[in-house]
């Protein structure tokens, strides 16, 4: 259980273009996803928080129109690096905070977006 | 300042040599302390999460405790498949209650 997708897995665009990345809880359901860039070899940066129906909340120094969240419902948030650029290029990691069954505190991840701006 | 700082940063064992990684924290507030190990290009895996001092929590060959300051992840008798990066994440009772504060991790290679 607890199991979190990301879709899709590598992307390769051009400077300039947009991406979208998909993110779904495929056995629970997520009212709060979290969304998170790591550069090679440091640790994950918490970039925004988005809770079903309602507005992301981004962290400091994250630009809210390059980087847009919709949390559609229960199951999907969506990121969309809007304009990428090479300096945009990361592992772009979910999660999901599950409920019901699980522990209330527990983020599970989703296995990541690699993406890679030419 | 909240703060998550692991150690060593990165430890080669032989394999079946026993050792503990280091989480040490400040934080306002502590609603709980995960760990994670991440494999290269994956998402983090769940591993445990201790909410209180004196708390334990055991999985195979790992072992997780909490202090006031700092869990430990012991590892007994690893295995070439248990090399991986380490990751401590603490959250704390902010504005939303939400934020993670993850250390940097730490790279264990075990060595056959």
């Known amino acids: 259980g607890a199991v979190v997708s990301q879709h899709p897995s590598r992307v390769i665009c051009k400077s300039g273009t947009s991406v979208k990345i998909e993110c779904r809880s495929l056995?629970?359901?997520?009212?709060?996803m979290f969304w998170y860039r790591q550069f090679p070899k440091q640790s994950l940066m918490l970039m925004a928080t988005?809770?079903?129906?309602?507005?992301?909340?981004?962290e400091q120094g994250v630009e809210k129109d390059k980087f847009l969240i919709n949390h559609a419902s229960l199951t999907l948030s969506t990121l969309t690096v809007t304009s990428a650029h090479p300096e945009d290029s990361s592992f772009y990691i979910c999660?999901?905070?599950?409920?019901?069954?699980?522990?209330?505190?527990?983020?599970?991840f989703g296995p990541g977006t690699r993406l890679t701006v030419l | 300042e909240d703060q998550v700082t692991q150690s060593p940063e990165a430890l080669r064992l032989q394999e079946g040599e026993s050792s503990s990684l280091n989480c040490s924290y400040t934080?306002?507030?502590?609603?709980?302390l995960f760990w994670y190990r991440q494999d290269p290009g994956k998402g983090p895996e769940f591993l445990f999460t201790?909410?209180?001092a004196g708390e334990e929590k055991e999985k195979e060959r790992l072992k997780a405790t909490l202090t006031k300051k700092e869990s430990f992840l012991h590892i007994t008798a690893p295995k070439p498949e248990d090399s991986a990066t380490y990751l401590c994440?603490?959250?704390?009772?902010?504005?939303?209650?939400?934020?993670?504060?993850f250390g940097t991790g730490t790279s264990l290679t075990v060595i056959p």
């Open positions: 999660s999901a905070r599950a409920s019901g069954a699980y522990s209330y505190n527990e983020q599970f």
């Open positions: 056995d629970f359901q997520a009212t709060t």
């Open positions: 988005s809770n079903e129906g309602s507005k992301a909340t981004y």
């Open positions: 934080v306002s507030g502590l609603r709980g």
């Open positions: 201790l909410y209180s």
């Open positions: 994440a603490v959250q704390a009772w902010g504005n939303t209650g939400n934020q993670f504060y």
